[in-house]
């Protein structure tokens, strides 16, 4: 069974910075996609950013709104995907979830994706 727990969420201020971390167990971690989604209180859930597995070449791609800001990374040895947030705003605040999928390549639609984290709050304060 895949899991996914995410941790690093919390409170900040507009400027700060954070990094989510996503630990992943149950599947061969290196050889499949990881993304980072979040959703915000009456919103739609909306990617974020994504990393391509090792075969392709670990890959990254971002949402235009966090291009930038926000970076991807993994460690194939520790099962875990980063998201670096920094520069905050307080249009970035949500609940971020991590999600894996049997793809190798980058994908950003949700329904790609098969197994999600049950999310961290991430709050910045204006």
């Known amino acids: 069974q895949v899991q996914l727990v995410e941790s690093g969420g919390g409170l900040v201020q507009a400027g700060g910075s954070l990094r989510l971390s996503c630990a992943a167990s149950g599947r061969t971690f290196s050889s499949y996609t990881m993304g980072w989604f979040r959703q915000a209180p009456g919103k739609e859930r909306e990617f974020v950013a994504a990393?391509?597995?090792?075969?392709?070449?670990?890959?990254?791609f971002y949402a235009d709104s966090v291009k930038g800001r926000f970076t991807i990374s993994r460690d194939n040895a520790k099962n875990t995907v980063y998201l670096q947030m920094n520069s905050l705003k307080p249009e970035d605040t949500a609940v971020y979830s991590c999600?894996?999928?049997?793809?190798?390549?980058?994908?950003?639609?949700?329904?790609?994706?098969?197994?999600w984290g049950q999310g961290t709050q991430v709050t910045v304060s204006s």
């Open positions: 999600a894996t999928t049997r793809r190798g390549y980058l994908v950003v639609t949700n329904n790609e994706y098969d197994y």
């Open positions: 990393i391509a597995a090792i075969s392709w070449g670990e890959k990254t």
